[in-house]
């Protein structure tokens, strides 16, 4: 690394600028990251023995940047910048004022470059310009910046080497659906591991599969040890004849009707990337960056993204535990589910993740049809997963018998919350693995839907009552 004061020749600010650069054994995105996200330039900023309270840090134009630094010895530098420039991977300007608290600040412009030396390096520049040549004079010697910006730098090198890395998404669609596209075996085969073995989103649920990349075999090993429904898991992350370990997280923030997640992988310098570059920090994070993308389009493909989910919801005058009961119990089933005026003949429930509500039905006019619920998550009285499906007597998956273009699955979420002695129950429900007319059909259908639900959950609602009438 150099941190030198420019040339007089070669620029009219070299009195009053101090300029620090540094080539960096990672690309450019994950350099650019790394200075841009608060939660990982806290691991970093600043000298040796210094650490970082970032109160706010909008990395856009007009955006501002407050932090305090805390010194070794106690003392706190407040700092306040304002973003005047952010060209994303590439460069950064903003206006800065801080310094230690009841001393004389600094004042300057900082300009940050990132530029591409190859593949899997980056230098990184920073130019500090002071209004005068007696204030950054001032700075390098009451706050001994040139020193300061050696040890900051260096700091990175070793965070970028040995740090965690931290991917962030978001995706137009709602957080069940990514729930289940990185907890569910099959879906996670699709996009995320084909060569994955099993999986369940279970604390205590171990798999072990493994992958060949460049003619090299890597033997994952996996063991879940937290998971938070619909919100978060974490699984350690082993290699087989490695004796490093590593902690995957996911977590899930909906966002109206958009859900980012953020991924978070420590303990990758267990691995000992330097002895073993394979397992270099820069190729997890190509990799996860790689697997966001890949997750973002199988996503698009599976529920057409921008889709808007069919929502219904009903208030009952019944205890929740109660509801729960009619709606997963085969005996209460039969007696309210399906459309007006038809006669369940048949109604078996394997309440468990992979279990399945298979039920048959007789019209007036004498015709059979079938139907399925392929269960995916089970939180008993608070919410329940599954795939509909038109289905046979075999419990097969169908088409709908009036309609062709229809989507083979529909993808429901079921909630119950309780206030007052009353349970307010809503129902989501998008299609998924669904062509675009297919889509379509589906949001066509709204009005039917509406009616047909309507129908049911006033048999519901009068089944409940009678329930209540009679355990009184």
Partial sequence: MSTSTANASQSDTADREITATRIFDAPRDLVFDAWTDPQQVTQWWGPNGFTTTIHEMDVRPGGQWRHTMHG?????????????????????????????????????????????????????????????????????????????????????????????????????????????????????????????????????????????????????????????????????????????????TFELFPEGRNTRLKLTHTGIETFDGKSHPEYARKNFHWGWTQLGTALEQFLEKSTGGSDEPFVITRTFDAPRDLVWEVWTDPEHLKHWWGPKGLTMLSARVDLRPGGMFHYGMRTPDGHEMWGRFVYREIIPQERAVFVVSFSDAQGGITRHPLSATWPLEVLNTMTLTEKNGKTTMTLEGIPINATEEERRTFQEGRGSMQQGFRGSLDQLDAYLASVRKESK
């Fill in 72 to 248: 070794p010895d106690g003392t706190d530098y407040p700092n306040a910048s304002v973003f005047k420039e952010v060209v994303k991977p590439e460069r950064i300007v903003y206006g800065h004022g801080g310094g230690k608290e009841g001393a004389v600040g600094a004042s300057f412009e900082a300009t940050w470059t990132f530029e591409v030396v190859d593949k899997d390096k980056t230098r990184l520049t920073g130019r500090m310009v002071f209004a005068t040549a007696e204030a950054r004079d001032h700075v390098v010697k009451e706050y001994n910046a040139v020193e300061g910006a050696k040890q900051t730098f260096a700091r990175l090198a070793d965070y970028l080497e040995n740090g965690p890395v931290v991917v962030e998404r978001t995706f137009n669609v709602p957080a069940n659906l990514v729930w289940n596209a990185i907890t569910d075996y099959d879906q996670m085969k699709q996009w995320y591991m084909p060569e994955l073995q099993s999986f369940k989103p279970v604390v205590g649920f171990e798999t072990e599969f493994s992958i060949r990349h460049e003619g090299k075999e890597f033997p994952h090993i996996w063991k879940v040890t937290e998971v938070v429904p619909g919100k978060k898991i974490t699984y350690d992350w082993r290699f087989r004849g490695n004796p490093g370990i590593s902690f995957v």
